[in-house]
């Protein structure tokens, strides 16, 4: 669970996100933003667009700490089978790590990663209609400490929004949310579980709908009252019908 302060800085980075029309402006701003959530030495935010063969290449990328050399490697680098790029063959949108993937990463061997005195990274890949647009990366360098699970967290809930802004100028549409919804600072998932409880779905019904534990459904429960200030499902639903 986060603290206030921290839902308050979230907020504060998503409300960038969908604050500033512009992407490149947008993205630049993202990254300087999130050094209050996540510490890090190098960023990046790429976007992607298709080769006539499937691979990708490298669209407009912004980047904090990265020289344009280290960007052209990168760019040699993304159609491997390199750790981040495991991740990109999905083609669904995920937050991860570099230590959580498997085999273990051996950053000495990748010439990007070794040139840039990297040891760690993590991210968020962004995909719509399961075709890969962009992706989101923070390095740390040696001698700094692996991205903890509470900052992986923070790129969870980011991924949503940071998503459905990519959206919202792109000509494909994966899926629809209410921006009022998204406006408070719900996920996708949690607007999903709201509009559900408008609806007047219990935990159980909510669960088989989204094909989610009963578990589950009840921690999104606790984040959304906790997010919007309201203590059951009656003060969430009156709140729901005011901004819908």
């Known amino acids: 669970m986060f603290t206030h302060s921290e839902w308050c800085n979230l907020n504060d980075v998503i409300l960038l996100i969908h604050g500033n029309t512009d992407s490149r402006t947008m993205r630049q701003y993202f990254l300087q933003a999130m050094d209050t959530l996540i510490s890090y030495d190098k960023a990046c935010f790429y976007l992607f667009k298709a080769n006539k063969d499937d691979s990708l290449a490298l669209s407009d ?33 995920k937050a ?84 009022s919804l998204i406006s408070l600072g719900l996920t ?20 088989a709908k989204l094909t989610i534990s009963q578990y589950t459904t009840k921690k999104h429960l606790n984040h959304i009252f906790h997010k919007l200030n309201v203590k059951n499902r009656l003060q969430l639903a009156n709140l729901l019908q005011q901004v819908k």
Not at 66 to 73: E, G, H, L, P, Q
Not at 101 to 113: A, R, Y
Request: with cysteine.
């Open 188 to 207: 996708r998932r949690e607007c999903d579980i709201s509009d559900l409880v408008l609806k007047q779905y219990n935990t159980k019904e909510i669960s």
């Open 61 to 93: 990328p912004v980047t904090i700490g990265i020289s344009k050399n280290a960007m052209y490697t990168y760019a040699n680098l993304i159609n491997t089978d390199i750790a981040g790029c495991r991740v990109m063959k999905l083609h669904r949108t």
């Open 96 to 179: 991860y790590r570099s230590s959580d993937l498997l085999p273990k990463v051996d950053v000495n061997k990748i010439g990007f990663l070794r040139d840039n005195n990297i040891a760690w990274y993590c991210g968020i890949v962004l995909a719509i209609a399961e075709r890969v647009m962009g992706e989101v990366v923070f390095y740390r360098t040696k001698g700094h400490p692996d991205f903890s699970n509470q900052e992986l967290a923070y790129l969870d809930i980011l991924k949503e929004h940071l998503l459905l802004r990519m959206q919202r100028t792109s000509d494909q549409t994966l899926v629809k949310v209410p921006v």
